[in-house]
């Protein structure tokens, strides 16, 4: 942190300078640019949500909202017994409510997408224009390399003897946006992603905090280890169990016996903890959909071990969807009928959506037309994904698998031939592209995040990363 660095402490010229920029409460704050009476205010933005209804779940509420009980993901009806509607609720002159024992109300908004893209775009340029390298990562949230523009050297003396240019430089990204484009956000530096990751949440709203690389390890291993990038909820119940409670735990646990537990994964944890992240800033777009499909040991044409392979796949998908932050609009299936028949069929919704019990009852639905044939294998893919928050937990720069190509497919079907190398009973989580694409691809887990041609730069970066696809 900026304030604690150790007097006299020397940074290394050469480390890198990575910002990691996240908006605050977004949607909140893109209401209150076209609604500035809403400053200051607990403003709630509703999924689904209609005005004067109760129906759909906070996308996001404001700060002011959040002191009264309201966050993101719960039940709009929730949020109104904790925060009731201001017009629901008689108010004063100041618009304060009448009755004593109602504390506050909310204004309560429907999501918007247009315009927090129209906004989004108007912070990614700036972010386009501070920095070399962006990597895009959600509509408000975004890593930049700053490494060319700036340096960690120290400036001034007495008491700004611990400030560093790059702060200045991520002061000034911080005031171009709220200048240029009116909402804020909190910035995060550090000499890597992970690092600036865990930096930008550190003191949010409206946070700016600097790691300098010589005081990563004091930064972080005081943190919670629910704060290490990576690590959610399940993690952190089995590392607790293991007696690490704080990231500085896990820095000190041994890695041979994290390696045994978790895997690559505890390995990569634990080397986050300790501040350890080579990755490269490398500019990114988002999935265009998410698929898993899995073979049957041998052809089958019972329609229950069909069904079942389904629901466990579409189940998968559903969930890998919701940990990403992702939304889909259509929901498909693909049946590999002996020898190399490829089918795929796709129902498109009148919205995006995040719903597993849809994707297994749609996924269902398009089976039904096999119903009888032998089939060899069986896919469930969603598609016109919108990724409406951040990347939470997921490890966004370790998701990208080489060679994953996502030209967009419209809704509706094909029919094309299988690679008979991917007739093993495994199950293997890839793209569901160009149809034609099925017949080069490899069975094996690889995972479809994030790249957008198969050629692209940013898969073969980050080539060889991808068995850390799985991070809850
Ligand atoms: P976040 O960056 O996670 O949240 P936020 O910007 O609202 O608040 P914070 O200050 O904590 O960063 O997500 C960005 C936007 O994504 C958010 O404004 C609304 C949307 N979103 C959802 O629609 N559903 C969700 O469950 C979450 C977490 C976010
Ligand atoms: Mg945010």
């Known amino acids: 942190m900026s304030g604690e660095t150790l007097p006299g402490a020397r940074c290394d010229a050469e480390e890198r300078i990575v910002l990691h920029v996240d908006m605050d409460c977004f949607y909140a704050s893109c209401e209150r640019l076209r609604e500035p009476e809403l400053e200051g205010k607990p403003v709630v933005v509703g999924m689904g949500y209609e005005p004067g209804e109760g129906h759909g779940a906070v996308a996001t509420a404001s700060y002011e909202a959040r002191e009264h009980g309201v966050d993101s993901a719960q039940p709009i009806t929730g949020a109104l017994n904790a925060l009731p509607r201001a017009e629901d609720t008689e108010l004063d002159a100041d618009g304060d409510p009448i009755a004593p024992d109602i504390p506050a109300v909310g204004h309560y908004r429907p999501v918007d997408m247009a315009f927090y893209k129209e906004v989004s775009a108007q912070v990614k340029e700036i972010l386009h224009d501070c920095a070399d390298v962006v990597r895009e990562v959600s509509i408000d949230e975004a890593y930049l390399d700053v490494t060319e523009r700036t340096a960690w050297q120290t400036v001034g003396g007495g008491d700004d003897e611990r400030r560093t240019l790059a702060e200045g430089y991520a002061r000034h990204v911080k005031q171009r ?105 490398t500019p990114t777009g988002l999935p265009k959909s998410l698929s898993r499909e899995s073979a049957f040991t041998k052809p089958t044409s019972e329609t229950e071990a069909m069904r079942e392979k389904v629901r466990a796949l579409a189940a998968d998908v559903a969930e890998r969807a919701r940990s990403r932050g992702a939304l ?126 198969s050629s692209d730069p940013v898969a073969e970066a980050t080539d060889g990363q991808a068995s850390l696809t799985e991070f809850e």
């Open 177 to 281: 946006i709220d200048r240029d484009v009116g909402v804020t956000a909190s910035v995060g530096v550090g000499p890597n992603m992970s690092v600036a990751k865990v930096a930008s949440d550190y003191d949010k709203p409206n946070g700016l905090v600097v790691v300098r690389p010589d005081e990563v390890r004091s930064f972080l291993d005081p943190l919670d280890i629910e704060e290490v990038h990576g690590v959610g909820p399940v993690t952190a119940r089995e590392l607790r169990e293991m007696g690490i409670d704080t990231a500085g735990d896990l820095a000190a646990a041994e890695p041979r016996l994290l390696g045994e537990r978790f895997g690559e994964r505890g390995r990569e944890l634990h080397r986050r903890a300790r501040g350890d992240d080579d990755r490269a800033v």
């Open 328 to 453: 889909y609009r259509t929901i498909g299936i693909k049946v590999v009928q002996p020898p190399f028949e490829v089918n795929t069929r796709a129902m498109s919704l009148p919205g995006p959506v995040d719903d597993p019990g849809l994707v297994e009852s749609v996924a269902l639905k398009l089976l039904t037309e096999f119903d009888g044939d032998r089939v060899r294998k069986v896919g469930v893919r969603v598609s016109n994904l919108d990724f409406a928050e951040s990347d939470q937990a997921s490890l966004d720069g370790w998701e990208q698998a080489a060679g994953a190509s996502t030209a967009p497919e419209s809704a509706g079907g094909g029919t094309e031939r299988d690679d008979p190398s991917g007739a093993d009973a495994r199950t293997s989580e890839t793209d569901w592209p160009t149809l034609g694409d099925w017949a080069n691809r490899v069975a094996g887990d690889t995972d479809d995040g994030g790249s957008t041609d």
